[in-house]
């Protein structure tokens, strides 16, 4: 009782802050949660194309498109998907989407120059994975520390000649504890933190990259470190709920537009190392090494080294998102150019989890994050 009156109260707040124009807003009710219509949400951030054949909605302007099924957990913003807070739902003539997710996901992707106490980045804190007799996943070739440092390194380079300080939580193989790594980002003002990792599962390959859970949310990577895959409390971080998702997407976008890998989403969860930091924060699985193709491929130096000069170019991105006008997801644009997607949004995220059930979960990195 006590948590659902708290996840009202995160709701109620999230409407008076995100539908900051109440009037434009008409909030249904449906099992106990707050949604508004996808004809709502085209009205309201100006899209004049506004479609639903079948069961996929379809909200178009010039610049800029948002794709949904009801019954699934997705959303495509500009092509990027996204995995939604709660399941999209279809009520009679109409498509609802969650409260949560307009201001938790829409708001902050169509306008990041909205966001609240957003700062001008210094500082970039980046977080190579395990470390030292931790190795995170390994194929043949190589193991999952060695080349998140190396990934790790090339960012640095590129965000120092964009004129950013750059930390790092280690630079050299040594082990850092998750603590320790959080501990570190937090000395930094006007910093973001990056965490770079590769996943491994049979049959799974792309890059998913990871923000924090919303409080009231449940993660939906269900095998890794968390205290319990259900818990839904507000951890510290969530005090940066935009700014997560926004450099989250900014990244994740980036390194799909320059590396063409598969999108296996924009997701969240409660690792450790953004459970409790203080800063903007995410996590990037870059690849599988366990994939024959995807793990030759991030094998070579030159993969690498794309993969580093993405992440930086993302958190460059992020920061013209946040700091200035720029028009609205400029840095999910990049994707709209490129060949549609392989897997189709009628994919739920169930059918996804019960046909591979490791390929969601980072499983060989369990409680390393
Ligand atoms: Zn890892």
Do not use: M
């Given at each position: 009782m006590r948590l659902l009156n708290f996840v009202f109260v995160v709701v109620a707040t999230a409407v008076a802050a995100t539908l900051a124009n109440a009037g434009e807003w008409t909030v249904l009710h449906h099992e106990k949660r707050d949604y508004v219509t996808f004809a709502n949400v085209a009205q309201f951030y100006q899209f004049p194309?506004?479609?639903?054949?079948?069961?996929?909605?379809?909200?178009r302007s010039e610049h800029r498109g948002i794709r949904a099924q009801a019954g699934t957990s997705e959303l495509y913003i500009n092509g990027v998907r996204f995995f939604t807070d709660f399941p999209i739902v279809s009520e009679g003539a109409d498509d609802l989407i969650s409260v949560m997710d307009v201001s938790k996901l829409i708001e902050p992707i169509l306008r990041p120059s909205r966001i609240a106490n957003t700062q001008k980045i210094e500082t970039v804190v980046?977080?190579?994975?395990?470390?030292?007799?931790?190795q995170g996943t390994m194929n043949g070739r190589g193991t999952e520390k060695d080349y998140a440092l190396d990934v790790a390194m090339t960012a640095r380079e590129q965000l120092l000649r964009a004129g950013l300080k750059v930390e790092m939580t280690r630079s050299s193989d040594v082990g850092v504890s998750l603590e320790d790594r959080v501990q570190f980002a937090n000395r930094f003002p006007h910093a973001v933190f990056v965490s770079i990792h590769f996943n491994s599962a049979s049959g799974g390959s792309g890059v998913e990259s990871y923000a924090l859970a919303p409080a009231g949310v449940v993660s939906n990577a269900a095998a890794e470190s968390h205290a319990s895959p259900t818990e839904v409390q507000p951890c510290a971080g969530n005090a940066h709920d935009p700014h997560n998702i926004a450099l989250t997407a900014a990244i994740h976008a980036t390194v799909l537009s320059q590396l063409g890998a598969f999108d296996r989403g924009v997701r969240h969860a409660r690792f450790h190392v953004l459970r409790n930091i203080n800063i903007p924060a995410t996590l990037i699985e870059c690849g599988f090494l366990s994939d024959p193709v995807e793990g030759q491929r991030i094998a070579t130096v030159q993969y690498r080294q794309r993969l580093g000069q993405a992440i930086a170019k993302g958190i460059e991105n992020y920061n013209a998102a946040v700091n200035y006008r720029?028009?609205?997801?400029?840095?999910?644009v990049a994707r709209t150019n490129l060949p549609p997607h392989a897997h189709s949004i009628t994919e739920p995220l169930e059918a996804q989890l019960n046909a591979a059930p490791a390929n969601d979960a980072a499983a060989s990195n369990n409680g390393s994050h």
């Open positions: 194309e506004y479609t639903r054949v079948s069961r996929t909605v379809s909200l980046l977080d190579p994975g395990h470390g030292g007799t931790d720029t028009g609205g997801a400029s840095f999910a």
